[in-house]
């Protein structure tokens, strides 16, 4: 069983910055990719960014240039830098790691969730 530990969150005012940080533990034999999710209330869950075993990114038409993910392998941690924010990127960001265990089994897990809110 692999975990998600996500830390980072808070309150920020429009223009401030926050790292989101996610850590990954248990049997892990490889990740296929790690991504950061999020949700608004009364909105759906979305994919903010993403980011593959290869390094290869992908992030959501409107974090472009303000949001980088990155990890650190060595840790099993992936990153979210979130820069510039605005009051619509208040939401419960989630992280999510899928990829395969130590008896090579798929998994599929997800952090408990992590508060941002943007707001002065």
């Known amino acids: 069983q692999v975990q998600l530990v996500e830390s980072g969150g808070g309150l920020v005012q429009p223009g401030g910055s926050l790292r989101l940080s996610c850590a990954a533990s248990g049997s892990i034999f490889s990740f296929n990719a790690m991504g950061w999710y999020r949700q608004a209330p009364g909105k759906e869950r979305e994919l903010v960014a993403i980011?593959?075993?290869?390094?290869?990114?992908n992030v959501l038409d409107s974090v472009k240039g303000r949001f980088t993910i990155s990890r650190d392998s060595a840790k099993n941690t992936v990153y979210l830098q979130m820069n510039s924010l605005k009051p619509e990127d208040t939401a419960v960001y989630y992280c999510r790691a899928y990829g395969a265990t130590m008896d090579l089994t798929d998994f599929d897990s997800w952090g408990q969730g992590t508060q941002v809110t943007v707001s002065s």
């Open positions: 980011i593959s075993r290869g390094g290869s990114t």
